[in-house]
């Protein structure tokens, strides 16, 4: 199984920060990855597709980027909306792997 | 609006069977692929099950391979999971989850069912 290696956790960020999170794959995954937001007692959200690709409804400051092995996802100003468990998902391969979470937290 | 709800969960034995049940509406079924997922307390969301669109292709984890029996009726606009011989490591919350079309992945998730295996 793929193994997806999430980095930091936790993550802690004040209102307005950039952050990144990053993401490596055990083996190369193409643009096999998505990224999702969880609140506490929430469901996941798509936030990401195919790497890069902004999912329909979702603000423009959440970006994601990379290929291959090392990917990475970005909000380039933290909204206190945005405090959540942040997980990605590589869909190149069964079984689906999701790396272990970051938890960005309020500094 | 595109709405998954689960039904099903419970508190059971070691051992013990239950059937997860999840009603789409808002959207046609029989088009997409769809998934289960689970979060257990405290820990990551770990992908379980996935069924093709028409019910022709299922796979599943190494850790309910065996298990669990992922099936749908498209007549009924509902995902099913039947889960046997559970364990305490299967307490977890459940989501039913449709897989977008083209390269849209997860793209709308139930509320979720709590299952709690518990002597």
């Known amino acids: 199984a793929i193994q997806m290696t999430q980095s930091p956790s936790p993550l802690s960020a004040s209102v307005g920060d950039r952050v990144t999170i990053t993401c490596r794959a055990s083996q190369g995954i193409g643009n096999d990855l998505s990224w999702y937001q969880q609140k506490p007692g929430k469901a996941p959200r798509l936030l990401i597709y195919a790497a890069s690709s902004l999912q329909s409804g979702v603000p423009s400051r959440f970006s994601g980027s990379g290929s291959g092995t090392d990917f990475s996802l970005s909000i380039s100003s933290l909204q206190p909306e945005d405090f959540a468990t942040y997980y990605c998902?590589?869909?190149?391969?069964?079984?689906?792997?999701f790396g272990g979470g970051t938890k960005v937290e309020i500094k | 609006e595109m709405q998954l709800v689960e039904s099903g969960g419970g508190l059971v034995h070691p051992g013990e069977s239950l059937r997860l049940s999840c009603a789409a509406s808002g959207f046609t079924l029989s088009r997409y692929w769809m998934h289960w997922v689970r979060h257990a307390p405290g820990k990551g969301l770990v992908w379980v099950s996935r069924?093709?669109?028409?019910?022709?292709?299922?796979v599943y984890a190494d850790s309910v391979k065996g298990r669990f029996t992922i099936s749908r009726d498209d007549t009924k606009n509902t995902l099913y999971l039947q889960m046997n011989s559970l364990r305490a490591e299967d307490t977890a919350v459940y989501y039913c989850?449709?897989?977008?079309?083209?390269?849209?992945?997860?793209?709308?998730w139930g509320k979720g069912t709590t299952v709690t295996v518990s002597s």
């Open positions: 989850v449709r897989d977008g079309l083209g390269q849209v992945d997860m793209d709308v």
């Open positions: 069924i093709k669109s028409y019910g022709s292709d299922t």
């Open positions: 998902l590589q869909d190149y391969s069964y079984p689906l792997t």
